[in-house]
């Protein structure tokens, strides 16, 4: 379940069903009729986890969607055994051997068709007898048996359901009940507000949630998706800080002996970015990719956000941690609600930003074009390589162009425009480091194209990218740098100096906004002609600022955000100079501007 994977959400325009059934905590406080042992934990694999980004399924896309025939019985009950198991054949056929291998169960697991829950005599989640009549073990025995591993889902919390007016026992905790592990107000928590706040000042809660974890990793799973995770899920607040719920799940897991994934999802904050680190393996960075219409996605709704929250992010991510981007839903054609250049782009994003590569999409029903998308070894390659995820080198602009470097002197570099109408993009190897010419291999297509002197140019259509491996043979750039700060300078209307412990000189120009300007003057170079100038930038938001040299009209742009005021990013910035000296100036207009903290100029023979 994603932002609104098993509650209501209304800016998700959800069903008002789910919404008023959660929210009231109109569910069951009955143990189903057959009720699963907690076993011992099955025996664990070797493999490190999440030393790359995961690959494989989830159930959630085709749950949430009102695509014709996907949801026959209601909403989201496309759920089932039946269909996990068709699902995980399907990817056991077409995907295993790519690197496909996690088969993830989405929300409602534990809920009849009508979203009505169903708890143990513990206060845990119990699996509908209907949906999953042999048990959730015997689905992940399934799930192994092909070669597969299996995931499950949870919410932060506890489910009002499971309450039980305080009285039902927790599971090998002797004197403590549900009671015992809430706050007494029963405030609550998660994105939706469907679970009662965990009071981890108290004895009994981490056993709950070791209670919980036990009977994960007995039956055998090895992923858990924790949803509703706050600061994050559209909450803040006392209230909604999950952190602690995350720790003890992390503890938890680790004292089953089970290697088992932690997942966080949706939207988290990026300022606990530590914690999501410290205590779990994926992090849900933005808001649900389904449309939840009748495709799975659409361009607007939203896999567009990806380009303009990534950014921030992007410093985030590695081996034993990774930025979640959601659901690659690019293999199914029509249903995906996307044109071809819309799934290239949403896959090329996915692969150089190291995001897992879980898709959502009928497995028995790929076309052509997704299954050619979904298993191309040199996109998976760059998803799963040790490298660098890739950040724009140029401002979030509606063409942009984004790069990494590898660690074999290569990078790759992709282009994309995101304007609703066909638009040239180049990508100047000034933005690289570097001058002269490079060869250039066309990653999609598999192609070598040859060697481009100074840049390379493509043609797009709206909403198209290309993939490229670039390999320098030129020469490194050599570069001049200015302060924001310096004395030589000329701050206008309300911009100002300000300490930056992250600059490179300990300051920065700051208030730039409703006219504040920044003016680098002296700004020197041999000989006329366009310069990628570098520029180092603070900007706990995405915004805006006119680049000019001299007295011309400049160029607005807009740079992404860096997560935060007190870390420092770059982008390139093309500006025309003269030989000689020259003026450049950045102008916040009439909104407000990045903070600035220097500048650099390529030296170009």
């Known amino acids: 379940m994603r932002s609104s994977s098993y509650a209501a959400v209304p800016a998700r325009a959800l069903r008002a069903l789910v919404v008023l059934a959660l929210a009231a905590g109109a569910v069951s406080a009955t143990p189903a009729a057959r009720a699963e042992t907690t076993a011992g934990p099955a025996t664990p694999t070797t493999t490190a986890l999440a030393a790359k980004p995961y690959m494989g399924w989830t159930s959630w896309s085709m749950q949430s969607s009102k695509y014709p025939g996907l949801n026959p019985d209601g909403d989201y009950s496309y759920l089932t055994e039946a269909n996990v198991l068709k699902q995980a054949d399907a990817m056991a056929r077409k995907l295993k051997k790519y690197g496909y291998e996690y088969v993830n169960i989405d929300a409602g697991w534990w809920m009849d068709k009508?979203?009505?829950?169903?708890?143990?005599?513990?206060?845990?989640?119990?699996?509908?007898?209907?949906r999953f009549p042999r048990g959730m073990k015997a689905v992940a025995d399934d799930l192994h048996a092909k070669g597969l591993k299996a995931g499950i889902y949870l919410p932060a919390g506890l489910e009002k359901g499971a309450y039980g007016d305080g009285k039902n026992p927790v599971w090998h905790a002797d004197g403590c009940t549900t009671a015992d592990i809430v706050y007494d107000d029963l405030r609550t928590t998660n994105g939706w507000d469907s679970s009662y706040k965990l009071?981890?000042?108290?004895?009994?809660?981490?056993?709950?949630?070791?209670?919980?974890?036990?009977?994960?990793?007995?039956?055998?799973?090895?992923?858990?998706?924790?949803d509703g995770v706050g600061p994050g899920s559209g909450k803040s607040g006392d209230q909604y800080d999950n952190v602690a719920d995350v720790a003890a799940w992390h503890q938890a897991i680790a004292a089953t002996g089970r290697p088992i994934h932690l997942e966080l999802s949706w939207s988290l904050d990026i300022g606990h970015a530590a914690d999501w680190k410290k205590h779990s393996q994926g992090w849900r960075i933005d808001t649900d990719v389904e449309c939840y219409c009748n495709t799975l996605v659409t361009w607007e709704n939203s896999v567009d956000d990806r380009w303009d929250d990534t950014p921030a992010w992007t410093r985030h991510t590695g081996p034993g941690g990774w930025n979640d981007l959601d659901s690659l839903d690019v293999g199914n054609g029509e249903m995906d609600g996307l044109t071809k250049a819309e799934r290239q782009s949403y896959a090329t994003l996915w692969a150089i930003a190291k995001s897992p590569l879980y898709t959502g999409d009928d497995l028995t029903r790929l076309d052509s074009y997704g299954l050619s998308l979904l298993t191309n070894r040199e996109v998976i390659a760059i998803d799963q390589s040790a490298d660098p995820a890739a950040h724009p080198v140029t401002p979030s602009d509606p063409q942009q162009?984004?790069?990494?470097?590898?660690?074999?002197?290569?990078?790759?570099?992709?282009?994309?425009?995101?304007?609703?109408?066909?638009?040239?993009?180049?990508?100047?190897?000034?933005?690289?480091?570097?001058?002269?010419?490079?060869?250039?291999?066309?990653?999609?297509?598999?192609?070598?194209?040859?060697?481009?002197?100074?840049?390379?140019?493509?043609?797009?259509?709206?909403?198209?990218?290309?993939?490229?491996?670039?390999?320098?043979?030129?020469?490194?750039?050599?570069?001049?740098?200015?302060?924001?700060?310096?004395?030589?300078?000329?701050?206008?209307?309300?911009?100002?100096?300000?300490?930056?412990?992250?600059?490179?000189?300990?300051?920065?120009?700051?208030?730039?906004?409703?006219?504040?300007?920044?003016?680098?003057?002296?700004?020197?170079?041999?000989?006329?002609?366009?310069?990628?100038?570098?520029?180092?930038?603070?900007?706990?938001?995405?915004?805006?600022?006119?680049?000019?040299?001299?007295?011309?009209?400049?160029?607005?742009?807009?740079?992404?955000?860096?997560?935060?005021?007190?870390?420092?990013?770059?982008?390139?910035?093309?500006?025309?100079?003269?030989?000689?000296?020259?003026?450049?100036?950045?102008?916040?207009?009439?909104?407000?501007?990045?903070?600035?903290?220097?500048?650099?100029?390529?030296?170009?023979?």
Do not use: M
Request: proline share 3%; hydrophobic share 35%; charged share 20%.
């Open 114 to 130: 009508t979203w009505k829950s169903g708890f143990d005599a513990y206060g845990r989640q119990q699996a509908d007898p209907t």
């Open 401 to 605: 162009v984004w790069a990494a470097k590898n660690a074999d002197g290569t990078y790759t570099v992709a282009l994309f425009n995101l304007a609703d109408k066909p638009a040239s993009v180049t990508a100047d190897w000034q933005t690289l480091g570097f001058t002269g010419k490079a060869s250039v291999r066309d990653v999609w297509n598999k192609e070598n194209l040859g060697t481009y002197t100074g840049k390379v140019t493509q043609a797009l259509p709206a909403h198209g990218s290309r993939l490229f491996t670039v390999t320098p043979r030129g020469t490194a750039l050599t570069w001049k740098g200015v302060e924001a700060e310096s004395a030589a300078n000329t701050l206008s209307g309300n911009a100002s100096v300000a300490g930056c412990s992250a600059c490179s000189d300990g300051k920065k120009v700051g208030n730039l906004y409703t006219g504040g300007k920044l003016t680098v003057n002296d700004v020197t170079v041999a000989k006329a002609g366009t310069y990628q100038i570098k520029v180092a930038y603070v900007s706990g938001d995405a915004r805006s600022v006119t680049v000019a040299a001299n007295s011309g009209a400049g160029a607005s742009h807009k740079f992404p955000s860096t997560g935060d005021w007190s870390t420092v990013s770059t982008v390139y910035v093309p500006v025309t100079l003269k030989a000689g000296s020259n003026t450049i100036t950045f102008d916040s207009g009439t909104g407000y501007a990045p903070d600035i903290d220097r500048i650099d100029v390529p030296e170009l023979s």
């Open 199 to 226: 009071d981890f000042g108290k004895a009994c809660t981490q056993k709950y949630i070791d209670s919980q974890a036990q009977l994960i990793a007995g039956w055998g799973y090895d992923f858990l998706k924790l």
